[in-house]
């Protein structure tokens, strides 16, 4: 599967954004789909995911209450909004597919097969 990252841009702090990830394929519903970020000098991170029938979402502690993962499986899409926005949320936002759904492994950037080009969120302050 191919992924298009898409959405991001510079906002002023404690604004929204919304993140879109495009994915190819009729495969699409097969997959966990998650959001990681990497700010430069620092590791990837896991920011956010979503199983399969989108039933249920993890977050990492640092955006919960704040971002929210939703995904469209008839879009073949999905898409991650973006609020109360800190200068500490500015990171290249990539995302990612993988085939596991086994929770322990979510957080893991090594669990998923598929990775998309990343989009750049800028948070001034």
């Known amino acids: 599967v191919q992924l298009q990252a898409s959405g991001g841009g510079l906002v002023q702090a404690g604004g929204s954004l919304r993140l879109s990830c495009a994915a190819s394929?009729?495969?699409?519903?097969?997959?966990?789909m998650a959001w990681f970020r990497q700010a430069p000098g620092k590791e990837r991170e896991f920011v956010a995911a979503?199983?399969?029938?989108?039933?249920?979402?993890y977050y990492s502690a640092s955006v919960k209450g704040r971002f929210t993962i939703s995904r469209d499986n008839a879009k073949n899409s999905v898409y991650l909004q973006m609020g109360s926005l800190k200068p500490e949320d500015t990171a290249t936002y990539y995302c990612?597919?993988?085939?596991?759904?086994?929770?322990?492994?979510?957080?893991?950037?090594?669990?998923?097969?598929?990775w998309g080009q990343g989009t750049q969120v800028t948070v001034s302050s």
């Open positions: 990612a597919a993988s085939r596991s759904e086994i929770l322990s492994s979510l957080q893991y950037f090594t669990s998923y097969n598929y």
């Open positions: 979503i199983r399969r029938n989108g039933g249920h979402t």
């Open positions: 394929g009729s495969t699409f519903r097969s997959y966990t």
